[in-house]
């Protein structure tokens, strides 16, 4: 019973209390199993709304819809890299051991061409730019190579890039901008040409050591490039080859530029971000994804090699991750150029009402924010429990901001400071709890500890001695026993003088609590009257054979032979039982003869015969009773019935 009022006393005192609302979420990002046994080389088309990488296990070029519905399949075995022409007119696909380049058709996956271009051109890379395909090849006698091929006539010319020199050991990695630049990576040089016209002239040249290149990106433009070499993510200046920015892209497979130069990075890691994205030139981290873990190992899953893309035109990033059964998922990132601000606020725990307090923030990125970004202040409490704005501020050069109020209302008052983002940064709210403190209200009720009789009517008066707009107090019944719930019994405004009744037919023990749920300038508070009912009991005997006075007392008069039937009676409970003592006279007092507890039927009865055979001339009396906790429940109080009298005959 006392658990139950507590608990329903809180949440009555916190009836006032008000809904706090998150932030409106972001666009969902998405994940979509397709069928693949491998993933790599992702190219997004624009014009056909279509991605496209080579499963290598499988031998295909897979063609998928952005929302990774599968729309068609190439078999072509040992392709080594693809690469699509600005217009999306042609798919190509380098096929090394063959010594040749495959277009297709981007829109159907249907063969256009095979282009066999000797055996003394092995292609590994491919960009399209100026009208041509750029071949990084490995010559049979030397190493790397920069060529192309002109499908624009009646027929196919191989045509070395003279001049532009030779990469050691393996052929060059390649990229193309829409600008007619190409840029050409292998071991020895980093070089950018410009191809607008179909011939690769040299803009800029760099001498490095590029043994481990993961990946390169050339941005749209062709004023910038992006390196990926093992866990670091390098940006270039094309003009002068000069190193704009470094960072770390710890454990990275794969890189993209979208058209404005923001850096896409993906990675196969366990236990650390897989997608990150930075400013142009390898600047600032906007965003950070961690990939969930859909395996059975303890490790998240990971992106596949270069299967990262912007989308053309669009805001998206699409990649490929496989988890540990090898079973891979298509990652659609909705705003991966939308920075995450963090809003931090600090301020006291407590303060008084009609008082001034502070409370201080902070407002952090990664993309910097310029001092006088605007927050907007708003507080939440009993008297605006939709929330009421009460300030706009604005933060200084690092970030922080501060404001005071003079709270209204007491109980529990939540700040909500909040900043509605721009084109690079994602809303932020951050909240401040603080408790303000009311003046306590006297609230009393009367009868605690009475005793009633069964069935009868108690009324009870409670006072609130001063509350501020709420005036009102609910008066709850609890009765005892787990066979009745607590009980709202009436709601009431207080008189002028702070009085409220209420009446209650009582049959058991009950637990009478009035509540006030407090309002802004005063607590909540609660007051329990616990009254008490007595059991109607009564002791019947039977089997006399005759009723007389003894000494002006009534006896029933029973034979020496006769047992005498004592029935007990009160209304029926659960594992209830009847407590039954008999006394006899003896020397001119009365003196215990026997006591036991009967268990009381469905009735509400309990019988017992006494043996009083070898009791001749004695008088006796008896009578029953309920005691709490021992007749085996406590929602009554003790109770007795009267005495009966009775006498053996001898």
Do not use: C
Not at 111 to 124: F, R
């Amino acid at each position: 019973m006392r658990t139950k009022i507590a608990a329903a006393t809180a949440a009555a005192m916190m009836a006032s209390s008000v809904v706090l609302a998150g932030a409106s979420p972001a666009r969902a990002d998405q994940g979509i199993t397709i069928a693949a046994q491998s993933a790599s080389d992702l190219i997004a088309d624009g014009v056909n709304k279509r991605l496209f990488f080579y499963d290598k296990t499988s031998g295909q070029i897979v063609a998928i819809g952005y929302n990774g519905a599968p729309l068609g399949k190439y078999a072509l075995s040992a392709v080594h890299d693809l690469a699509l022409a600005p217009d999306s007119s042609a798919l190509y696909a380098s096929l090394p051991d063959a010594h040749k380049i495959v277009a297709l058709n981007p829109a159907t996956l249907a063969l256009i061409a095979e282009y066999d271009l000797g055996a003394e051109v092995t292609p590994y890379y491919l960009a399209v730019a100026g009208g041509k395909v750029w071949i990084g090849h490995a010559e049979s006698t030397s190493g790397g190579k920069l060529a192309s091929l002109d499908v624009s006539g009646d027929a196919p010319v191989v045509t070395p890039a003279v001049g532009a020199g030779d990469w050691l050991f393996r052929a060059p990695q390649l990229e193309t901008s829409a600008s007619g630049r190409l840029l050409a990576i292998g071991r020895g040089d980093h070089v950018v040409f410009d191809v607008s016209d179909g011939t690769a002239k040299p803009v800029s040249r760099r001498a490095s050591d590029e043994s481990q290149l993961t990946d390169l990106a050339l941005s749209s433009d062709g004023q910038q490039y992006v390196t990926l070499n093992g866990s670091i993510l390098t940006a270039y200046r094309v003009s002068d080859q000069a190193q704009l920015g470094q960072t770390w892209a710890h454990s990275g497979v794969g890189i993209d530029l979208s058209a404005d130069g923001v850096i896409a990075a993906a990675a196969d890691q366990w236990y650390g971000p897989d997608l990150s994205t930075f400013t142009p030139g390898a600047g600032a981290l906007i965003r950070q994804y961690d990939l969930p873990n859909t395996g059975d190992t303890s490790a998240s899953d990971g992106f596949t090699a270069q299967a990262v893309a912007w989308e053309p035109g669009g805001s998206r990033v699409f990649g490929i991750s496989v988890n540990s059964h090898d079973q891979h998922t298509l990652r659609v990132y909705t705003e991966p150029r939308l920075n995450l601000p963090t809003l931090t606020l600090a301020g006291p725990a407590t303060a008084a009402r009609a008082k001034s307090l502070l409370i201080t923030g902070s407002l952090k990125s990664t993309v910097a924010l310029p001092a006088g970004t605007p927050v907007t202040v708003s507080r939440v409490d009993v008297e605006s429990p939709k929330g009421k704005v009460i300030a706009t501020r604005t933060t200084n050069a690092d970030g922080v901001l501060w404001f005071n109020d003079v709270p209204p209302a007491g109980g529990r008052v939540y700040y909500k400071v909040g900043y509605a983002g721009d084109a690079k940064h994602a809303p932020v709210v951050a909240w401040k709890t603080v408790d303000v403190s009311r003046a306590t209200p006297g609230l009393t009720i009367n009868n605690n500890g009475k005793v009633y009789g069964y069935g009868s009517t108690a009324t009870f008066t409670a006072k609130l001695t001063t509350a501020y707009k709420n005036r009102v107090v609910e008066f709850w019944a609890d009765p005892y026993g787990t066979d009745q719930g607590r009980r709202l019994l009436k709601r009431v405004t207080v008189t002028n003088a702070g009085l409220a009744t209420v009446s209650l037919k009582v049959a058991r023990n009950t637990a009478v609590q009035v509540v006030f749920a407090g309002d802004a300038r005063f607590a909540g508070r609660a007051a329990t009257s616990v009254v008490y009912t007595r059991v109607p009991v009564t002791t019947t005997l039977t089997k006399h054979y005759k009723t007389a006075n003894i000494g002006g007392v009534s006896y029933k008069h029973y034979k020496k032979n006769v047992q005498p039937l004592v029935t007990a009676a009160m209304p029926w409970y659960p594992n209830r039982a009847a407590y039954l003592r008999a006394d006899f006279w003896y020397q001119g007092r009365w003196e215990a003869w026997g006591d036991i507890m009967v268990n009381l039927n469905s009735a509400g009865k309990a019988q017992v015969n006494m043996e009083t055979m070898d009791w001749a001339g004695y008088k006796f009396r008896v009578r029953a009773a309920y005691r709490t906790n021992e007749s085996g429940d406590n929602i009554n109080y003790t109770s007795y019935s009267p005495y009966q009298y009775f006498y053996i005959s001898k």
